[in-house]
């Protein structure tokens, strides 16, 4: 038996108690007489013993123990008399009587303390390292009991789980494939799923009316921090329901696992429109645990002789409460963020609420005091208050000040801790118009259905029409982080076929692509809708985190790759051939110029 207890188990009442652990050096500490040890595991640390008085042979070993050095210590269990309260075992230590070392460790590149000192890349390249350390392990427990807790809420609502492949077929819509080549299939390949989407609307199309899986989906897109090319989703759908009757749904599960498993209540999760959203915040995914909202300022700004502004569609702006006493330095920082590329505003104009109730301005020479009291009182400012104000186009606009609301809100610690704001989003376009490629895009996906009231519309509307479709779908957003999106799907032939046509499908390229989905539509397809929720995106949220690759064990970087393992990588030519695959990439020995 290596161990009769773990690193985190023992407390005051097992006192006494002949135990037997196994772990990792943390540290060791020597003082003469008396050497400890700190043993970790992932349960917890204790400390461990040595005293040369009862055994200097034994303490001279353990002096010699280097840190993640593998051993197993028998000994006895008593009180400390220096205890550490931070430390659930820190009431007790262990009283060495024997020890073996189980596994040498080299010397770690980095420290495995809850704050290291290795970078990130040194900490993805030893992974297996870094996953020891504390915080990494309470992310990857954390996850785990959040999957328990969903599997048992929806368990308990009659959903069955059910596996669909991983091997499918490319498909022209959404982010791009990965692709695998097919060595029975000459010049054929699968594609890796985006999500499990057409095979969950099969299901329901089979009579399986409460489908779902925590599943992994492939996207081969760029990446930033709330994004891998391979994540996890909570992937649902069901039968003979409403919009009304999947958010209720869903609103129960989210409800559910927060409770659960951070003993939240999350109240009320009220609704918006998509419209709104857009109006109010410039951002389809809201943060709601602050104000800030968007005003527009079109009736007291315009038309004043102030070029800029007149010749704008929208000028609107943003209410930051308590901020008048910004410095110029801060207001200059703040104009050349919301100038970089990322932003694509051309200035940023503000006007301060003095406490003497006068106003400053950086456009006080074309707007006089009279004028600047009217754009406070129309964005409700108050003395000490500032107005940060954007102008332009009205989508880029809107858009851009929301942006800007998000960096103030952090910049300035505006967004309270500790405190989660659900939002139903509803009622989003059905398409968008891309200006690039000339033709519309499915604001969700191909299978999303208009609302009923809007068929009619859809089958028999021009383009300027097609702009103003709505769909039947729904994000869930919380804290500023779209959670989970879904729709109530299309499970009509005929109006799958006029939605792709609409997407710039010809007949011949929609029935290659989704032939299969829409011949069993003609099968008795049920109404259906569902839902998938960002699985790793959920578990960063709930723990007040940006990024979700803390909860990813083995995550890639920001270039895709798999820095521990090296991947992707290079197969060898005998690969390449039963594959019927040739590589037509450069030589990176030939210098441009030369033959090769």
Not at 151 to 173: D, W
Not at 201 to 230: H, S, T
Not at 433 to 443: P, V
Request: proline share 5%.
């Amino acid at each position: 038996m290596f161990r009769t207890h773990t690193c985190g188990e023992l407390r005051l009442s097992d006192a006494g108690t002949t135990v037997t652990l196994s772990g990792w050096v943390q540290a060791g500490r020597d003082f003469g007489g008396l050497t400890f040890v700190d043993l970790r595991d992932r349960y917890g640390i204790t400390q461990v013993v040595f005293d040369s008085d009862d055994d200097a042979a034994l303490t001279e070993r353990a002096r010699k123990l280097g840190r993640e050095w593998v051993v197993q210590v028998k000994g006895t269990v008593r009180e400390r008399t220096n205890k550490n309260p931070n430390r659930p075992t820190g009431d007790i230590e262990i009283l060495a009587t024997e020890f073996q070392v189980l596994n040498k460790s080299k010397v770690p590149p980095f420290t495995i303390e809850d704050e290291s000192d290795g970078g990130d890349d040194l900490r993805m390249k030893y992974r297996y390292l870094d996953l020891r350390r504390g915080p990494l392990q309470r992310n990857l427990m954390f996850r785990s009991q959040l999957a328990l807790a969903v599997r048992a809420y929806l368990g308990g609502q009659g959903f069955i789980e059910v596996e669909t492949p991983n091997l499918i077929k490319s498909t022209p819509e959404g982010a791009r494939d990965f692709v695998v080549p097919s060595r029975l299939n000459e010049g054929q390949f699968y594609a890796l799923p985006q999500s499990p989407q057409t095979f969950k609307q099969l299901l329901m199309v089979a009579g399986y009316d409460r489908y779902f899986q925590i599943v992994k989906c492939f996207r081969d897109e760029d990446l930033r921090a709330d994004r891998q090319p391979e994540f996890t989703q909570i992937d649902c759908e069901m039968a003979f329901v409403t919009q009304e009757e999947v958010l209720n749904t869903f609103e129960g599960l989210t409800r559910h696992v927060f409770q659960q498993v951070l003993e939240v209540d999350l109240g009320d999760f009220p609704r918006m429109a998509y419209d709104e959203a857009i109006r109010r915040f410039g951002s389809d995914k809201p943060d709601l645990r602050f104000g800030m909202e968007l005003t527009d300022l079109n009736a007291v700004a315009r038309g004043k002789g102030f070029q800029v502004f007149d010749a704008a569609e929208l000028v609107a702006g943003i209410r930051v409460p308590g901020k008048a006493d910004l410095s110029r330095k801060q207001l200059d920082a703040l104009t050349d963020w919301v100038k970089r590329p990322q932003i694509g505003a051309k200035g940023l104009v503000y006007v301060k609420c003095n406490p003497d109730g006068t106003y400053k301005s950086s456009v006080d020479k074309f707007f006089d005091q009279q004028a600047l009291a009217a754009w406070a009182e129309a964005a409700g400012a108050e003395a000490g208050d500032l107005l940060l104000v954007l102008s332009g186009e009205a989508e880029k606009t809107r858009t851009q000040l929301g942006n800007l609301r998000l960096h103030v809100a952090r910049e300035y610690d505006m967004i309270p801790a500790g405190v989660f704001a659900p939002l139903w989003v509803v009622d989003f376009p059905l398409l968008e118009w891309d200006e690039e490629s000339n033709r519309f895009h499915a604001m969700h996906h191909p299978f999303t259905s208009p609302k009923r009231e809007e068929v009619d519309r859809m089958l028999t509307g021009d383009h300027e029409t097609m702009k103003s479709l709505k769909a039947d779908a729904y994000d869930l957003v919380i804290n500023g982080a779209e959670i989970g999106g879904g729709s109530v799907r299309i499970y009509d032939r005929g109006l799958q076929e006029k939605n792709f046509q609409l997407l710039g499908f010809t007949p011949a390229e929609a029935e290659e692509q989704f032939g299969f989905l829409m011949g069993a539509f003609e099968y008795g397809a049920p109404p259906h809708a569902g839902i998938a929720f960002g699985f790793d995106r959920l578990c960063a949220v709930m723990n007040g985190q940006s990024s979700i690759r803390d909860f990813i064990a083995f995550p890639k970087n920001n270039q895709g790759r798999d820095v521990m393992i090296d991947a992707p990588a290079r197969i060898d030519a005998q690969q390449l051939d039963e594959l019927n695959l040739e590589l037509s990439i450069p030589d990176a020995s030939v210098k441009p110029g030369q033959n090769g």
